[in-house]
């Protein structure tokens, strides 16, 4: 099994900034070395080991919509499949260390949508063409605003870290 750095997710992010559907999140596991068939999927999805998928509009009348993933989905899928190679039941993944992951992703991609929305609103123009007064203090405080934030999701991913430790830790002296 393939472990995916850091550097891989970040590219995968910019190439799929709206997402994966579930076909394209088992072809790129497939390309990393991660088994994960549709079932595996819907399973992980319904235990509550992933989030499950955002619907997203298609363009065009009577298209529907289409289940999207965020990449950061396959952090998780590799980090369940890692565990359970060690011996880690479904339960103990869900109990011990994913359940607070699943939730700073949230909040992560929360804020991401929020601080956006944020920035869009300040780049909007007048009819006149004219950028409205303040615009440029907001652009700066929303940028602040996003270091703050990330710093904090990589703080709150680092006390997960050593809460999952502790929790493998205790696990192994058993």
């Known amino acids: 099994m393939s472990r995916i750095d850091d550097g891989t997710l970040a ?7 709206s997402g994966l559907t579930s076909g394209d999140l088992i072809d790129v596991c497939a390309a990393h070395g991660i088994q994960l068939s549709e079932a595996n999927l819907r399973k992980y999805v319904q235990l509550g080991l992933l989030p499950r998928s955002v619907r997203v509009g298609r ?5 529907g919509s289409q289940g999207r993933y965020p990449v950061a989905v396959i952090r998780q899928i590799d980090a369940v499949r890692t565990l359970m190679a060690q011996g880690y039941t479904i339960q103990d993944i869900q109990r011990e260390l994913l359940s607070l992951r699943t939730d700073i992703d949230a909040l992560g991609q929360k804020l991401a949508q929020v601080l956006s929305t944020m920035e869009q609103a300040a780049a909007e123009v007048e009819d006149e063409g004219a950028a409205r007064p303040g615009d440029d203090i907001a652009a700066r405080a929303i940028s602040d605003a996003r270091q703050v934030g990330d710093a904090l999701i990589e703080r709150l991913r680092a006390i997960e870290q050593r809460l999952a430790m502790r929790a493998r830790m205790a696990r192994a002296a058993v």
Do not use: F, V
């Not at 363009?59 to 298209?63: D, L, P, Q, T």
């Open 59 to 63: 363009k065009g009348k009577h298209r």
């Open 11 to 17: 590219n995968l992010e910019r190439q799929y900034a």
